[in-house]
């Protein structure tokens, strides 16, 4: 890592997206509680206007942007939620943002960035492939590129999460954080460990395509083809010359658990079914998490941080089907 982080630069960013980003709902599932024997409360990032809690990292990077840096744009790449944030930042402020993507990016969310103003370019089959043309628009048009999780302005505006658990919830005791490059549990980590040491904080992603599993396991940043997976969020690489979050999430996690396909879809159509609430896959591998048993149990309360809400509906009408089909 180039340098530590400091949890000062998390209050920092709290303060900074202050204007545009709003604290967010923690409320308990009274259902999940008595699934799981212990209460068991749920961090709404669905909540936010671009139904994502990666709103707080981009609104922290591109409000430190200096005035000739905002005049002159920013790009980025993006599995689909962090391109619309970036988006709707640079919407909210008046600049230029052009989003990579790949072909994958459901086309919910490809109508979304449409309709937030960004200025698309679709490359490839993988975020990776995003990435390289995102950094080439840098060199040809002078953009500030917005790293979606591998900077320490995006991990701090992600890392106002914890502060707002802490404020809420002192009696934690578990945290649940879905994985995939590590800005989100890298920021959360920072803000939980340094104010309460004894919290454990579980990652979470899917079976398939898991990038910084598989790069835990070997000492260092690997590169993986993505595979299909109904947490679509959590695909793309973590990058080989990654200069923080894998050190940050080795640092701050004390366990990692890998989700199967079937318990994501099963999660997801059990949380319209109980909490009446539209999560998409990346966020519903915590509710899988613990609707399997796989967290073993503490006492005190466990929150899973409900990441996003944005899922094609055709998906979820098939998932409440066989959901409903299989009670």
Avoid at 170 to 189: A, E, H, M, N, Q
Avoid at 277 to 296: C, D, H, K, R, S
């Amino acid at each position: 890592m180039n340098r530590h982080m400091e949890i000062l630069e998390v209050w920092e960013a709290r303060k900074r997206i202050s204007s545009l980003v709003k604290k967010t709902p923690l409320i308990k599932s009274l259902a999940i509680s008595e699934r799981a024997g212990r209460p068991v409360y749920l961090k709404l990032e669905n909540t936010h206007e671009i139904g994502a809690f990666k709103i707080r990292g981009a609104a922290n990077k591109i409000l430190s942007l200096s005035d000739d840096e905002k005049r002159r744009g920013v790009t980025t790449y993006s599995t689909g939620n962090h391109g619309m944030a970036v988006a709707f930042v640079a919407q909210n402020i008046g600049i230029e943002a052009t989003v990579c993507i790949s072909s994958r990016v459901p086309k919910m969310k490809v109508d979304s960035l449409e309709r937030l103003g960004a200025r698309l370019e679709i490359v490839g089959e993988s975020q990776d492939a995003a990435g390289v043309r995102c950094f080439e628009l840098e060199k040809e048009r002078g953009y500030t590129v917005i790293e979606p999780f591998d900077e320490p302005y995006v991990i701090a505006g992600q890392g106002t999460i914890g502060l707002e658990l802490l404020e809420d919830l002192p009696t934690l005791s578990d945290v649940l954080v879905p994985l995939s490059g590590g800005g989100l549990l890298s920021g959360i980590g920072l803000a939980l460990k340094t104010n309460s040491p004894d919290v454990r904080i579980t990652g979470v992603s899917m079976e398939r395509s898991a990038v910084m599993h598989e790069s835990l396991k070997a000492g260092k940043p690997l590169e993986m083809e993505e595979s299909e997976t109904l947490a679509d969020s959590l695909l793309g690489g973590i990058g080989l010359d990654n200069r923080y979050t894998f050190d940050m999430v080795e640092e701050y996690m004390d366990q990692l658990v890998l989700i199967p396909e079937e318990d994501i879809g099963y999660a997801m159509a059990y949380m319209m079914d109980k909490e009446r609430m539209i999560v998409e896959g990346a966020a519903a591998t915590g509710i899988a998490a613990v609707l399997g048993n796989q967290i073993p149990h503490q006492n005190g309360a466990l929150v899973v941080i409900i990441t996003g809400r944005n899922v094609d509906l055709s998906i979820l009408f098939k998932l409440l089907k066989t959901y409903t089909s299989h009670r």
